[in-house]
Nanobody
Framework: QVQLVESGGGSVQAGGSLRLSCAAS????????MGWFRQAPGKEREGVAA???????TYTYSVKGRFTISTDNAKNTLYLQMNSLKPNDTAMYYC???????????????????WGQGTQVTVSS
């Protein structure tokens, strides 16, 4: 059974940094795709970053240059390094994993198979 457990959320001031971790069990982080998603109150869930089996990464425009997604396959863990945080980054952050790809490309968010329980990130101005 696949389990994804996020950690590392918290409260920081604008300009600060946090690193989110997602420990995977029953799933190999070097396979298929993994991603970070977030949902703020009253807003739809949005994809933040994704990484595929080749290590290729994609980011939503608002976090490019500030966030970095990575995996440590030896630890079977996904990370999201978040720098220069802004109040608009405040949200519940979720880790997700897919058990397939579309010809090597990561699926859209609503097709990821497995989800963690989320970790809250709050950025104050």
């Amino acid at each position: 059974q696949v389990q994804l457990v996020e950690s590392g959320g918290g409260s920081v001031q604008a300009g600060g940094s946090l690193r989110l971790s997602c420990a995977a069990s029953g799933y190999t982080t070097s396979n298929y795709c993994m991603g970070w998603f977030r949902q703020a109150p009253g807003k739809e869930r949005e994809g933040v970053a994704a990484i595929d089996a080749d290590g290729s990464t994609t980011y939503t425009y608002s976090v490019k240059g500030r966030f970095t997604i990575s995996t440590d396959n030896a630890k079977n863990t996904l990370y999201l390094q978040m720098n220069s945080l802004k109040p608009n980054d405040t949200a519940m952050y979720y880790c997700a994993a897919a058990s397939f790809t579309y010809a090597g490309s990561c699926p859209p968010p609503n097709e990821y198979n497995y989800w963690g329980q989320g970790t809250q990130v709050t950025v104050s101005s």
